[in-house]
């Protein structure tokens, strides 16, 4: 059954049946010319100039904010947009599709609004509201929805949760001429390639336009905080934040020691490789103050089981041993974490794959194979 055009339904929580699986409708408006944003901006940033824009028929709001020393562009609803024809859309100027009609969209963004009520996600070719290829979420999680001549068609497998607020998001979603369609945030994959027909790339062909958009449904505003690419001449904060009860829990059962060379100290995990602090000429910068547990394989998230050792006093090592048959991932990661005059180095120095590989022969299966290794939420 088709979603209702003018009216979004509210999205329904994910269930096994495909019909029930369905995310709201992402309508866009028309792409027609528009008067440029609603100019929103906090008092000491109101010289920097907003890199994303409002061109939406019924315009969302652009706000340049800082928050804990970093510049965003906040992006948000209205009350006047919906989360079909009138949702908020918002573009930058040189995001596009390149000359062969691929698409390469890196964004690192901040929720600010909880998942339940959150409808955010990036147009990728946007044509006009039946012809388009979408990557976003809403209380459902993660979902992919293409458009084109006679089809509709969105993601109705399991999906990987919306993000909480506050949390650091890195978000790439690329698509290629052929019509191959790949999306990670933080390192893990929120589905498996998909192939948009060729109904919809043809299309498309000739379509460049990126958009983000934010949705709202009845009182349910979507904010997310884009972290903007000028991150000149930020004001300095007054003081040091104090750590809130939610961190100091989160910390009370970690082991932590002490790496120094001449200049540089690092108060490290044993549990894992992250650095909670450095000190250097005399000043504290914080590193990742949240506990850490899980790294990335082939886009995959895992829990190694970690062998912490010192080697120096500069010097850390930890061997990982990570396991995830159902993925085909079993290895042995070595990383060191070394400090070298006034610099950190994190190096991933052995990988050990235990699955049947041998090197100059045939695979039987490339998931077997070691492609990728991240360690998301490490600063």
Request: net charge negative; glycine share 6%; no cysteine.
């Amino acid at each position: 059954e088709k979603p209702k055009e003018d009216k979004p339904q509210e999205e329904k929580p994910v269930e096994n049946k495909p019909a029930e699986n369905k995310p709201a409708e992402n309508k866009p408006a028309e792409n027609k010319p528009t008067e440029a944003a609603t100019e929103e901006t906090s008092g000491a940033t109101a010289e920097v100039k907003k890199e994303w824009d409002s061109v939406s028929r019924v315009k969302g709001n652009v706000e340049v904010v800082e928050e804990g020393g970093v510049r965003y562009n906040k992006l948000t609803s209205t009350t006047a947009n919906d989360n079909g024809a009138n949702e908020a859309l918002f573009e930058k100027a040189g995001l596009q599709a390149d000359a062969e009609g691929n698409v390469s969209v890196d964004l690192t963004f901040k929720a600010n609004t909880p998942p339940a009520e959150t409808r955010f996600g990036v147009y990728l070719k946007y044509k006009d509201n039946d012809n388009n290829i979408f990557v976003g979420y809403d209380k459902g999680g993660w979902f992919w929805q293409y458009k084109g001549p006679n089809v509709n068609t969105w993601y109705s497998k399991t999906r990987v949760e919306a993000p909480n607020v506050g949390e650091e998001n890195h978000l790439s979603i690329v698509y290629k001429k052929d019509g191959q369609l790949n999306a990670t945030n933080n390192g893990q994959n929120l589905f498996s390639t998909e192939v948009v027909p060729e109904a919809v790339k043809n299309a498309l062909a000739d379509v460049n336009k990126v958009y983000l958009k934010a949705g709202t449904y009845g009182t349910e505003l979507s904010s997310v905080s884009i972290k903007s690419d000028n991150q000149d001449n930020i004001k300095p904060e007054d003081e040091t934040p104090a750590v809130d009860d939610g961190l100091r829990r989160n910390d009370q059962d970690v082991h932590y020691e002490t790496l120094q060379s001449e200049q540089l100290k690092a108060i490290i995990d044993t549990a894992f490789p992250r650095v909670k602090e450095y000190e250097l000429d005399g000043k504290t910068l914080t590193g990742q103050v949240q506990k850490l547990d899980k790294m990335s394989i082939n886009g995959v998230l895992v829990t190694p089981e970690v062998q912490y050792r010192k080697i120096d006093d500069a010097t850390a090592e930890y061997v990982m041993k990570v396991r995830n048959d159902d993925e085909f991932i079993n290895a042995e990661i070595t990383v060191k974490l070394q400090l070298v005059g006034n610099e950190m180095h994190f190096d991933v120095t052995k990988v050990v794959n235990k699955n049947n590989v041998e090197m100059g022969k045939p695979v039987d299966n490339v998931r077997k194979l070691i492609q990728t290794i991240e360690f998301p939420g490490n600063t």
